[in-house]
């Protein structure tokens, strides 16, 4: 399975109460081009989580970016179905046209393509913990890789056994180099069945190991966090 995720910032004219709306149409006006929807097996637009609350009361979050507003993600079985290697030069186009309105800038600058590692195998639920890691300066990418594959995976299967509100883990790894302006070395996705739910398994301290793990060997200020809920999904079902 291959992945196409991207997180996103709006266009300046388009104001946060928008953002979700105004994303969603880029969606539908995407969906008219019949030959990129029929390449997608699932697809989910992740608004992000401003104010977090748990049992109806706030709660802070450390490490949580708030420069962006959220992460797409879909999966498809070919690679050349999801990068539009198949779109005419006109339908490319009209498609760019309408990113400009929606982004703040193309999405080739901030989309990533991936292979992914499945550490609990569900479905997506209602909320997700997206995390852009970025490695250590002095890790080649090999050795990145190595780590991510082995030792976190262990570290973060011992925390998956402990939280079963955590519905689905993966590690998505680009088969490309990291993009110039966001250099991502891997995208870690943690789905919740509930934005309170997510907020909850954050809060434990069981959770704080995959944290701490990350850091002994990725560069945690190169690296964006951001706590999400679908806004949007194909098929709806």
Request: aromatic share 10%; charged share 25%; net charge negative.
């Amino acid at each position: 399975m291959y992945k196409l995720i991207y997180l996103a910032r709006r266009a300046t004219g388009v104001s946060r109460e928008d953002w979700p709306r105004t994303w969603r149409s880029h969606a539908v006006f995407a969906s008219k081009f019949p030959a990129l929807e029929a390449e997608i097996a699932y697809m989910r637009y992740c608004n992000r989580i401003d104010a977090p609350t748990l049992d109806g009361n706030p709660c802070a979050i450390e490490g949580l970016s708030p420069v962006h507003d959220g992460v797409a993600i879909a999966a498809g079985d070919r690679l050349d179905g999801l990068n539009g290697t198949g779109f005419g030069e006109e339908d490319r186009a009209k498609i760019d046209q309408d990113e400009l309105r929606v982004f703040d800038m193309p999405t080739p600058n901030f989309t990533y393509y991936c292979t992914e590692a499945v550490l609990r195998d569900g479905k997506p639920g209602e909320a997700a913990l997206f995390r852009f890691l970025a490695r250590k300066p002095e890790m080649t990418r090999d050795q990145f890789d190595l780590r991510v594959g082995e030792r976190h995976a262990e570290v973060a299967e011992a925390v998956i056994a402990k939280l079963p509100t955590i519905t689905r883990y993966v590690n998505n790894r680009p088969v490309h180099e990291p993009l110039p302006r966001f250099p991502f070395d891997t995208i870690a996705e943690c789905w919740f069945a509930s934005a309170e739910d997510a907020v909850r398994a954050l809060s434990d301290d069981a959770f704080g190991a995959v944290t701490d793990d990350l850091g002994t060997f990725c560069d945690l200020g190169n690296s964006v966090t951001i706590l999400t809920s679908v806004c949007h999904r194909w098929p709806k079902d």
